[in-house]
């Protein structure tokens, strides 16, 4: 480039694991001589790291690149990520779109700009998926507490409603050995908490020999890292032997998150979902024998193609009975290139936001009542943030709480005793 200190800036959409991603890209920036700056400040650079699971997704990025020219008229934009590899010809065709860079070379973008960011010509990089098959490691350090770590990527699923096999191909690994170097190296920064990441974790090693148990047992022995979280697992690659070590672990946290997308049988066959509601029902049941206090996250679609009345309030029953926490809710939507987009009976947009609110509130109660069944317990909490004379963190069971206290206790541990639920948090006092 003409000059080492142009100014990039970046915006993430969608999963923890994009996350990761921009943070490894933009380290790559900075190591060639760029100067990273706030989104919201003049750069000459922005990159969009881009989700494509729902079509708001899609929009939130053409709107994302209308602000910035109207913002940075002469700045250069790119586009990467998932929309950018399922959709390259479309975003090619935004006005002010001068780069986008699908699967196979988004980490490459760096060499990219500085090949083409002083010529007038646009580059439009289109990747067959089936060639993507290698994994490239990443992690975040962009919070001062936690790290997400990649430690897979890609899906070899065949979920009917679902684009992410299009967008980022097979499922693929790394190594134990790798991941625990990195994890030592982000322990070096002082992170108390890491996450581990991926588009199906529990399909970690699967190519090469390994598997998340073993990762688990390795992370438990290694002196670099206190606090460790898993991402998000499918029901039936969810072990009893994970849920046995998660138990009786000290570092590996009690804190699920375990997608269901429908409580109707009729409905998880049309996704092509890989278990019914009895496995899902017993792995939940496991859980809470083992780790009573567990957190338990779910993921739900509403309005798939023919989901009637009958399977909405087979969905609602099943989550009421449920021993679990707090819902993420998603309205189904279309997307090109999946088997589900030619299902009959489509819901309407009406009946599909009038589902989610229903959803919204079970989620709440079972939140509040998660809350106040922990009170009265000590927890640790890593403190994350303060405002207003309160730090807040969040509990090994992932409850959000509130201590009074000064910034000096963000990224420190400390025992908390829990003594008031505040709907979806809690307040406590330290006591040591």
């Known amino acids: ?15 923890k694991l994009n996350f990761s991603e921009t943070s490894t890209i933009a380290r790559d920036f900075i190591s060639a001589g760029y100067s990273k700056v706030n989104f919201m400040d003049d750069a000459d650079i922005y990159v969009i790291n881009t989700c494509s699971v729902t079509d708001n997704a899609d929009s939130k990025t053409n709107r994302l690149i209308r602000k910035i020219k109207k913002k940075s008229p002469d700045s250069y934009v790119a586009i990467v990520g998932c929309y950018a590899q399922l959709k390259t010809q479309e975003i090619s065709e935004i006005p002010g779109v001068d780069m986008v860079i699908g699967a196979g070379d988004k980490f490459n973008l760096p060499q990219y700009l500085d090949k083409y960011y002083n010529s007038k010509e646009k580059i439009f990089s289109e990747f067959n998926i089936d060639s993507v098959n290698k994994f490239i490691p990443s992690y975040s350090l962009d919070e001062r507490t936690r790290s997400f770590i990649k430690i897979q990527d890609g899906c070899d699923y065949s979920c009917s409603f679902c684009t992410i ?60 890292v206190q606090r460790c979280r898993i991402s998000s697992i499918e029901p039936n690659l969810l072990s009893d032997e994970i849920i ?59 309005g798939f193609p023919s989901e009637n009345d009958e399977d909405f309030l087979s969905t609602y029953n099943f989550l009421n009975s449920l021993d679990i926490t707090y819902l993420h809710i998603f309205s189904y939507s279309e997307r090109e290139n999946t088997r589900a987009i030619l299902l009959e009976n489509k819901v309407p947009e009406s009946i599909k936001q009038e589902r989610r609110k229903t959803l919204a509130l079970l989620s709440d109660i079972k939140r509040e009542d998660f809350i106040r069944c922990n009170l009265n ?56």
């Open 165 to 224: 096999p299009l967008a980022r191909g097979r499922s693929r690994s790394g190594k134990i050995s790798d991941i625990l170097k990195t994890i030592n190296n982000i322990s070096q920064s002082n992170i108390k908490e890491i996450v581990l990441s991926g588009i199906n974790v529990g399909d970690f090693g699967v190519n090469n020999g390994e598997s998340l148990l073993e990762l688990l047992k390795s992370i438990e022995l290694t002196s670099g």
């Open 377 to 432: 317990n000590n927890y640790n909490i890593l403190f994350e943030s303060y405002e207003n004379g309160y730090v807040s963190g969040w509990t090994e069971n992932y409850i959000k709480t509130y201590v009074k206290g000064n910034k000096e206790l963000i990224n420190t541990i400390k025992t908390v005793k829990l003594i008031q639920c505040n709907s979806d948090s809690a307040s406590g006092e330290i006591i040591h």
């Open 244 to 302: 046995d070590l998660i138990g009786s672990s000290t570092k590996i946290l009690p804190h699920f998150h375990i997608p269901l997308q429908s409580g109707s049988n009729r409905i998880l066959k049309l996704m092509q979902r890989r278990y019914d509601l009895n496995l899902y029902k017993s792995k939940i049941e496991k859980i809470k024998k083992i780790i009573p206090n567990c957190c338990i996250g779910v993921d739900i679609i509403v």
């Open 1 to 15: 480039m003409s000059s080492p200190y142009k100014k990039v800036a970046f915006y993430t959409l969608g999963c």
